[in-house]
Nanobody
Framework: HVQLVESGGGSVQTGGSLRLSCEASDYLFSKYGMAWFRQAPGKERERVASIDYDGTTRYADTVKGRFTISKDDAKNILYLEMNRLKPDDSAMYYC?????????????????WGQGTQVTVS
């Protein structure tokens, strides 16, 4: 049974930083593409950053240069380091897993979602 559990969200001031974590259980982490998505009230869920099974990363233009996605295959943990946060970054952030060896760049690529962690920037 695949479980994705996010943590690390919270409230910060503009310009501050947060690090989100997503702990995955019950599968071989290193074989799967992963991603972070976010959804603000009244808006569609959007991809923030992706990391392929081989460590290749991609970012939405809105976060490029401020956010860093990474993973620790030995610990089965996905991270999102967020710096220079802006009020527009406020949203529920979700960890997502795709299919084996596949990229995750779109909600249609996602096979499992975490429950989300709230980020509020004021």
């Amino acid at each position: 049974h695949v479980q994705l559990v996010e943590s690390g969200g919270g409230s910060v001031q503009t310009g501050g930083s947060l690090r989100l974590s997503c702990e995955a259980s019950d599968y071989l982490f290193s074989k799967y593409g992963m991603a972070w998505f976010r959804q603000a009230p009244g808006k569609e869920r959007e991809r923030v950053a992706s990391i392929d099974y081989d460590g290749t990363t991609r970012y939405a233009d809105t976060v490029k240069g401020r956010f860093t996605i990474s993973k620790d295959d030995a610990k089965n943990i996905l991270y999102l380091e967020m710096n220079r946060l802006k009020p527009d970054d406020s949203a529920m952030y979700y960890c997502a897993r795709g299919s084996q060896w596949a990229k995750v760049d779109d909600p249609y690529d996602v096979r499992y979602w975490g429950q989300g962690t709230q980020v509020t920037v004021s």
